[in-house]
């Protein structure tokens, strides 16, 4: 057997991931849970708003745009961190040397060099195209991934909103950014910009029947629809093997394969390879954004990423056990597990090929849907036994 011989390099690199990751472990136990650093800090506020004789409602209005601004910073700062792991996780698989070593160390550069670009391209609009409709379209894609992040539990007391009825709320809320899709196919005034935004349409509403049934029978074991309450059911050790958290991935078969089902089609919903009919560049040139540039284009990229995180983060809590995990806090485990569901995302694109329109439909149809009411009655079986 041949052993693989280091270069000089690669031991200097290895050595200083390992050096990196060894901080940011540290960093986290030093920080500790997130909600009561942040309750020390409000207090500090509220003391000094007091001594000041501030009003209450300028206090109340202070603190919702604090969580609004860290929601966006934290998407920001995300989708720029996942866009350079995307590059480097292809270039890695594609022997593509240009990502790993353009833009400083490693290519950390790049991507901010990209959304400078982009901040200072000219704004063009199609003679043809409606004005409004065509402006509004990218706000209208983006502003639901915004509304679902204030929903989703990114540790043990960390999230903005705790909804009883967090999984139907985002389920709801993000099944709206199909009509910015629509928006700027129709409002670009091309044809081929049309034809995307309509099979986006369709894709998004098929493919969103068997992603919400896939999560039924998380629903019916955990008789909650609270996220929060979901993932604290699933930090006791699992009954029938003690050494497994009680995730509800290793429930047997059920828990297989409302994973898998929810993976895919959250795939699907975000128009990533090989579902990316929507924006197919060999047949509709860049499909509903073909229109776009500047910072409109940012936006859908923008939200196209987010949808990525935000459909990890749901896969996280429902089904990895949100944010519970030994040793350190619970926003950095949630983190953890999230990026571990972004990394299949960047997995698929650079793997499978694109699928013919016809195929993607039928497989939604024929074949993920009568899998998911395979399953709820599957769970059904199991809870009465």
């Given at each position: ?95 593509r040397l240009g990502p790993m ?82 928006m700027a196919g129709w409002g ?168 013919r329109v016809d195929r993607l ?25």
């Amino acid at each position: 057997m041949i052993m693989p011989v280091w270069t000089i390099g690669q031991k200097r690199a290895a050595g200083v991931l390992a050096g990196v990751t060894a901080g940011i472990v540290g960093i986290a136990f030093a920080i500790g849970e997130l909600p009561f650093r942040l309750s020390q800090i409000w207090t500090l506020v509220l003391d000094l708003a007091a001594k000041n004789n501030v009003p209450l409602l300028v206090t109340d209005i202070a603190s919702l745009v604090i969580q609004c601004s860290m929601i966006i910073g934290f998407i920001a700062v995300s989708v720029m961190f996942m866009v350079w792991w995307e590059r480097k996780i292809s270039a890695h698989m594609q022997s593509r040397l240009g990502p790993m070593e353009t833009g400083g160390w490693h290519g950390w550069a790049q991507t901010i060099a990209d959304a400078i670009k982009l901040l200072l391209k000219e704004d063009i609009v199609p003679f043809a195209a409606s004005p409004w409709v065509h402006f509004f379209a990218p706000i209208v894609a983006f502003i639901p991934a915004f509304l679902c992040y204030a929903a989703l539990p990114f540790g043990e007391g960390t999230i903005a909103v705790d909804l009883d009825i967090g999984v139907l709320y985002i389920f709801a809320i993000s099944g709206l950014s199909v009509l910015g899709i629509i928006m700027a196919g129709w409002g670009s005034g091309n044809k081929y910009s049309m034809l995307g935004g309509l099979r986006a349409a369709a894709q998004s509403v098929s493919y969103e029947i068997p992603r919400v049934l896939s999560v039924v029978p998380i629903l019916m074991i955990a008789g909650t629809m609270k996220l929060t309450g979901i993932a604290a059911i699933q930090s006791e050790p699992l009954a029938w093997i003690p050494f497994l958290p009680n995730w509800f991935i290793f429930y047997p078969v059920i828990g297989q394969l409302s994973f898998i089902i929810f993976l895919i089609c959250s795939v699907a919903e975000t128009n990533r390879t090989p579902f990316d009919i929507a924006e197919s560049e060999s047949e509709l040139v860049a499909g509903f954004h073909t229109e776009y540039s500047g910072m409109k284009f940012s936006f859908f990229f923008l939200a196209e990423y987010a949808f990525i995180f935000l459909s990890s983060g749901m896969a996280a809590a429902l089904f990895l056990g949100g944010g519970s995990g030994p040793f350190l806090p619970s926003w950095f485990w949630f983190l953890i597990k999230s990026f571990a569901v972004v990394f299949l995302f960047i997995w698929f694109r650079w793997t499978f090929p694109r699928m013919r329109v016809d195929r993607l439909m039928e497989f939604c149809w024929k074949f993920l849907l009568p899998w998911s009411f395979v399953n709820i009655l599957l769970t059904g079986a199991w809870l009465l036994r």
